[in-house]
């Protein structure tokens, strides 16, 4: 199996960073998986949509380089990744403008001549983590948790086939917490890992399907 962790931190000293580090570290505890970080502000990667990723969502252009890279990457994957700080709820908007530029229709869906939607990612297994700094509490009170699984884990990946294997919060409010979570991160690279085959099967987006690969 190889893994490719997308990270949306500026920081690269950032808890974020640990965390994918981490579980980067539990993934390949097993021999012949593989793990590959994505660092998209150290990249540089631009989040705009603009009037060039409108026509290509509209099949009335070529992708740019960079989306096209993107999708390359995305596609040597067996399982995507996401650690990020949870801002506002969501995702950052460094990485939510990754997503709206790379998952796009023709790659990621199809809209059907019927009206429906058919998603194309079915092969790639996704895993996310949020970082969050409220407690356990504040989070079930408020429902923040189902709210992000809704928007994210159905919104987004669920729209586009790809089966979530996972969908953790990990909160970090004072330095034990940060231990925990730390502990969890590598449990979760190593289970992934662990139900994974060894090598590497897909090249790119095939049609909607299952996956080996099941939540730890």
């Known amino acids: ?103 796009t229709q023709g790659w990621a869906f199809d809209d059907t001549p019927e009206g429906g939607t058919v998603g194309k990612l079915g092969h790639l297994a996704v895993q996310l983590i949020g970082i969050g700094g409220a407690d356990q509490r504040t989070i079930t009170r408020r429902g923040y948790a189902d709210a992000m699984r809704t928007q994210i884990d159905q919104g987004i990946f669920g729209y586009c086939g790809a089966p979530v294997v996972g969908s953790d919060l990990l909160l970090h409010s004072d330095a034990p917490s940060r231990e925990t979570a730390l502990r969890r991160a590598f449990d979760i690279g190593k289970g992934l890992a662990a139900a994974a085959p060894h090598q590497h099967t897909h090249t790119g987006p095939q049609p909607k399907g299952r996956t080996a690969l099941h939540r730890p």
């Not at 994505?38 to 009335?60: H, I």
């Not at 960079?66 to 994957?77: D, K, N, T």
């Not at 908007?93 to 790379?102: A, F, P, Q, S």
Request: proline content about 6%; cysteine-free.
């Open 1 to 103: 199996m190889h893994a490719l962790v997308v990270t949306a931190h500026p920081n690269t000293a950032s808890f974020t960073h640990a965390v994918a580090r981490r579980m980067m570290t539990g993934i390949e505890v097993h021999p012949g998986h593989t793990a590959e970080m994505a660092d998209l502000a150290a990249e540089g990667f631009d989040p705009r949509f603009t009037l060039a990723d409108v026509e290509f969502f509209n099949r009335r252009a070529a992708a740019e380089p960079s989306v096209l890279a993107e999708q390359r990457r995305i596609g040597r994957a067996d399982l995507l990744v996401l650690v990020y700080p949870v801002y506002w709820w969501s995702l950052p908007g460094l990485l939510k403008g990754w997503i709206d530029r790379v998952f």
